[in-house]
């Protein structure tokens, strides 16, 4: 039976990307989009938008390919128009662990999932897909939690999940909480947090007066050594002076507390700012 599947935001630039993945996965799709730019994206691609009581009307399942500050203002206004066992299907942990869904809808079930995007090592060769960076012509894992609902849901969120996001190396099963420790905790909080280091030290041995392009081929021919070795993509085979000399430095340029940013108390009030806008 084809499921049918209403996005919210489908002429967005996520919302796209996944109206398209579902459409040709045979899905029978409801493209809701209320701003002009999104409605013409999706009509120039061959797709009808549909404004938001038509498109939701009957949906077995509901896309919410929206900015986290409104998901929840939205499912709210939303839910009276939804019978029970319709699943809200979110794209990030954020509202969900913010605890920013209707609170009053046991009958509803909550599914989030997410991508991991393209790994740095794969053996993908060809030139598309070594330029995909997010995900949708490379292949790439997800990660899917159920939030409520009944078990058998888990399968129907994952099977729309791993149509939106294919082609699908690995799907994750995880709870809300731990989708949330991995983005915004590990992703953002901690990644995203020592790549734009990274770039400011790239800036700082310009400043300094090595040739920018100098320090940028060499910081990044370094990453691709030392994350291999780090991670089990080659043998670990730093020298004893260069273990010596990380050790050192990491009292120099990681502040020892950066564990906090995973653990749960200082995710939910990071997931808080991203919807509420307040927090730290």
């Known amino acids: 039976m084809t499921r049918r599947i209403a996005v919210l935001g489908a002429g967005g630039k996520m919302g796209f990307r996944i109206t398209r993945k579902l459409k040709n996965a045979g899905y029978d799709l409801r493209a809701v989009e209320i701003a002009e730019t999104g409605r013409a994206r999706l009509a120039d691609a061959g797709i009808l938008p549909m404004d938001t009581a038509e498109g939701v009307k009957d949906a077995e399942a509901i896309v919410f390919a929206l900015p986290d500050n409104i998901i929840g203002q939205v499912a709210r206004e939303l839910s009276p128009q939804i019978g029970p066992g319709v699943m809200f299907l979110i794209l990030d942990a954020a509202a969900p662990y913010a605890d920013d869904l209707p609170k009053d809808r046991p009958d509803l079930t909550y599914f989030v999932g997410h991508p991991c995007h393209p ?83 790239v800036d700082e041995c310009a400043r300094l007066g090595v040739p920018r392009e100098a320090a940028f081929d060499f910081l990044i021919g370094h990453l691709n050594v030392e994350i291999a070795m780090w991670f089990g993509f080659s043998p670990k085979v730093p020298s004893d002076a260069a273990l010596r000399l990380m050790r050192f430095a990491k009292s120099k340029v990681v502040n020892e507390k950066w564990r906090d940013a995973l653990q749960p108390k200082l995710v939910r009030e990071a997931a808080e700012l991203i919807v509420f806008g307040k927090g730290q």
């Open 119 to 201: 790994p740095i090592f794969s053996t993908t060769t060809t030139g598309a897909q070594r330029t995909d960076y997010h995900g949708g012509v490379a292949p790439q894992s997800i990660v899917c939690a159920l939030m409520q609902g009944p078990e058998e849901h888990y399968a129907v969120g994952a099977e729309i999940c791993e149509a939106m996001w294919s082609p699908i190396i690995k799907t994750h099963r995880v709870t809300v909480e731990q989708l949330a420790i991995l983005e915004p905790g590990l992703s953002e909080m901690v990644a995203m947090a020592f790549v734009d280091t990274m770039v400011e030290a």
